[in-house]
């Protein structure tokens, strides 16, 4: 049994990774500030399911706060710290650019401290297939030259890869940093694409769809994701590893999908793409499964039924979830 720090909690990706945890046994600690960056109803669901476990101890923590780390010295004893915590989304970013480098670099660098100071040798940081850029060779591969994002999150999560590799040369952490490709499932991001198009699609309401549709992600079904994040605890050393389906589809196919399970049609509005979306994403997985043993074991198909049945769960109040513009 170990004892885990989780920042991001109540997140989506965080939620899942706690599960996973709890499931075999572990000891975690959960730290959220529970921002409105997103409909907050979504992270006090998963909150609440998380808060049936004894093996659960929730902290409501800003981790880019200085006392951050004062807040958890009562905590110490931790064999690992996993940093889900984050402002995440690319066209949000670009409104809002500040936010993201306060949470997403301020508050790694505190989190690492954190670490430096209580000698917790291993540190599992989430990152984004955001940071591969138009110039990244397809299927985009861990040594790709990331210096050029494209979007302000980006940029964000690419300071604090460099501050962990900083951290890692300095200090000696064990640090292994994660790239995750477009992860969907129930209770995710509203902001997300997958949540949208079924709620969007499911009451009737025009679907927003930004360029022509063509542009394919590499969609990652929450669970892997969580499998993934919870592999990566073993001694590794600095490693930067994605975590994607290996298998992208066009925004098209999706709604198409979606509309097929749904047994309605989507009312489609064109908008004009967005300046600091990437056309295309693709996880070269190769690395995940050598150091890993890790793949992606539900397919869109399974994962979409998984995530449509959540969803018409929980219909009267997901139903009215504001997924922003």
Not at 19 to 42: F, H, I, K, M, Q
Request: aromatic content about 10%; glycine content about 8%; charged content about 25%.
């Amino acid at each position: 049994m170990g004892r885990y720090l989780v920042t991001g909690c109540a997140g989506f990706i965080g939620a899942q990774v706690v599960s996973l945890l709890l499931e075999r046994g572990d000891e975690v600690w959960g730290l959220d500030d529970l921002n409105e960056a997103y409909d907050p109803r979504l992270k006090h669901w998963r909150l609440e399911r998380l808060e049936q476990s004894t093996g659960f101890r929730f902290q409501k923590v800003d981790i880019a706060e200085p006392e951050v780390g004062e807040a958890l010295t009562e905590s110490a004893g931790f064999d690992a710290v996993i940093n889900l915590a984050a402002r995440a989304g690319v066209r949000q970013s670009v409104e809002d650019p500040a936010s993201y480098l306060r949470t997403n670099i301020l508050g790694t660098l505190n989190l690492l401290e954190f670490c430096r100071r209580q000698g917790i040798q291993k540190f599992v940081q989430a990152s984004t297939s955001s940071l591969y850029g138009l110039h990244s060779p397809k299927p985009f591969r861990e040594d790709a030259d990331v210096s050029r994002p494209l979007s302000p999150y980006a940029a964000s999560k690419g300071g604090a890869e460099a501050l962990c590799h900083s951290y890692a040369h300095l200090h000696g952490l064990d640090i292994t940093i994660l790239r995750y490709f477009t992860v969907y499932g129930p209770a995710g991001r509203p902001d997300m694409s997958i949540f949208r198009f079924i709620q969007w699609i499911a009451e009737g309401r025009p679907l927003r769809l930004y360029g022509d549709g063509s542009q394919e992600r590499d969609f990652t079904y929450v669970e892997d994701i969580a499998r993934g994040t919870v592999a990566a605890l073993k001694p590794l050393g600095f490693e930067i590893i994605n975590l994607g389906g290996d298998s992208p589809v066009s925004m098209l196919e999706v709604i198409a999908q979606i509309e097929s399970k749904l047994k309605a049609k989507a009312k489609v509005e064109a908008h004009e793409p967005a300046p600091a979306d990437m056309p295309a994403t693709w996880a070269d997985i190769r690395k995940a499964r050598r150091l890993l043993g890790w793949e992606p074991h539900i397919s869109l198909d399974e994962g979409l039924d998984r995530t449509i049945a959540w969803y018409q769960a929980e219909r009267a109040w997901a139903s009215q979830v504001a997924t922003g513009d």
